[in-house]
Each structure stands twice: as C-alpha cells, then as structure tokens.
Nanobody, 125 residues
Framework: QVRLTESGGGSVQAGGSLRLSCDFS????????MGWFRQVPGKGREGVGA????????VYSEAVKGRFTISRDESKNTVYLQMNSLKPEDTSMYYC??????????????????WGQGTQVTVSS
C-alpha cells in the first residue's frame, strides 16, 4: 500500500497562494492516479482535483478550476497542489489519496484506497 504525507498547509489571506505537497512511497506510476480532497467538519469529503500519473491528465472540480493546479515530480515522488486566488471558502483540511489502479483521474473518494493524514488550509478574508 502506498504511504502518503501531506505538507504545505497554513494560513493565508484571501487572494493569496499556497502549494501543498504530497510525498508518497511505493510505485505510483503507470496506471495510477493521485487525488486531492478537502473536508470541513460536519461535511462530506469533496474532490478538488486528480492526476493520472502516467500521462499527467488532470481533472478539477468547478469550485477550483482555473485557480488550482496539480503537478507531479517523478524524481521526488511528490505530487503538488498549487492553490492561487484563494478564497475563505477554500478553508478546509486537505488530503491526498492514491488510486493504484486507474484509467482516468476521478474526484470520487471511493476510488481511492490510500490516504494521507491531511494538512490544514485556512484562508481569512
């Protein structure tokens, strides 16, 4: 099973930027995907974006499209979530997750079988 560790969360003012990192162990290339999700207390997990590790194809939720970008660095075994133009409604705990066998990136959390511990992002107005 893939091990995932998120970092890079913090507090920022609206309009600012943060870059989250997800370091992973184990083989995550070929037909595998990495997703970013977020969750606030009392609400369900929301898919933010995902990347197909082999081809680099990405998908994003409508809430973040045009503001967030997912990328990967094969040499570092790391996936990034670059978050620009942050809004107070982006405040949440952010998680990365791994789907070790996929054909296309998905925003459905049930597709993913390994999860990190999360990193908090707080955006103030």
């Amino acid at each position: 099973q893939v091990r995932l560790t998120e970092s890079g969360g913090g507090s920022v003012q609206a309009g600012g930027s943060l870059r989250l990192s997800c370091d992973f162990s184990g083989y995550m290339y070929g037909s595998s995907c990495m997703g970013w999700f977020r969750q606030v207390p009392g609400k369900g997990r929301e898919g933010v974006g995902a990347i197909y590790m082999h081809g680099g194809n990405t998908v994003y939720s409508e809430a973040v499209k045009g503001r967030f970008t997912i990328s990967r660095d094969e040499s570092k075994n790391t996936v990034y979530l670059q978050m620009n133009s942050l809004k107070p409604e982006d405040t949440s705990m952010y998680y990365c997750a791994a789907d070790e066998l996929c054909s296309w990136p998905s925003l459905e959390d049930t597709e993913y079988n390994s999860w990190g511990q999360g990193t908090q992002v707080t955006v103030s107005s």
